[in-house]
T-cell receptor, first 112, second 112 residues
Framework: NAGVTQTPKFRVLKTGQSMTLLCAQDMNHEYMYWYRQDPGMGLRLIHYSVGEGTTAKGEVPDGYNVSRLKKQNFLLGLESAAPSQTSVYFC???????????FGPGTRLLVL | DAKTTQPPSMDCAEGRAANLPCNHSTISGNEYVYWYRQIHSQGPQYIIHGLKNNETNEMASLIITEDRKSSTLILPHATLRDTAVYYCIFKVSNFGNEKLTFGTGTRLTIIP
């Protein structure tokens, strides 16, 4: 039981490049989330999903897209990376909306 | 969302009890108090949560005042591995509220 895993762990992009971050969970959770964390700040919700095939906007969704084609995977896409998207990205999952969220180890993204 | 107020930093001697306060004077009746922690740059880790009654698990105890306007997380015998940022968070226990709002938390340093 690996819990929540994220790939890659670290990535450097040039401005304008695109990339996809992958989150996978093996706990059969319905809910999945993408957060970003900037230095000295708490986590901010980007997008979330309440089940396979569904997605919804969080607090800071601009510049990101997501997909939940399979229940166990939640993908976060950056279509045209900007330096302001330099951050640490955390994925999380939970069985229901009010139960404990389990977090992945994070992906460090640097946009030059 | 109700807001929480936590001290930005605290120190605690190793082996002593660490008491982390959280003020939440605007909490609503159906909002749970959750505590997470983040060790170094890892993903946040769930600690404990409660609604009205005090709670205890293998990691910590949560004391909620009778008026629910404040709470205290207690780590009974702090170790060096408890050095982390601790977040006090609210969450409504109903469908449709998927957001955990993280503030800046309390940076707890355990002193050898």
């Amino acid at each position: 039981n690996a819990g929540v895993t994220q790939t890659p762990k670290f990535r450097v992009l040039k401005t304008g490049q695109s990339m996809t971050l992958l989150c996978a969970q093996d706990m059969n959770h319905e809910y999945m989330y993408w957060y970003r964390q900037d230095p000295g700040m708490g986590l901010r919700l980007i997008h979330y999903s309440v089940g396979e095939g569904t997605t919804a906007k969080g607090e800071v969704p601009d510049g990101y897209n997501v997909s939940r084609l399979k229940k166990q995977n939640f993908l976060l896409g950056l279509e045209s990376a900007a330096p302001s998207q330099t951050s640490v990205y955390f994925c999380a999952s939970s069985r229901t909306s009010w139960e404990t969220q389990y977090f992945g180890p994070g992906t460090r993204l640097l946009v030059l | 969302d109700a807001k929480t107020t936590q001290p930005p930093s605290m120190d605690c001697a190793e082996g002593r009890a660490a008491n982390l306060p959280c003020n939440h004077s605007t909490i609503s009746g159906n909002e749970y108090v959750y505590w997470y922690r983040q060790i170094h740059s890892q993903g946040p880790q769930y600690i404990i949560h409660g609604l009205k009654n005090n709670e205890t698990n293998e990691m910590a105890s949560l004391i909620i005042t009778e008026d629910r306007k404040s709470s205290t997380l207690i780590l009974p015998h702090a170790t060096l591995r408890d050095t982390a940022v601790y977040y006090c968070i609210f969450k409504v226990s109903n469908f449709g509220n998927e957001k955990l709002t993280f503030g800046t938390g309390t940076r707890l340093t355990i002193i050898p």
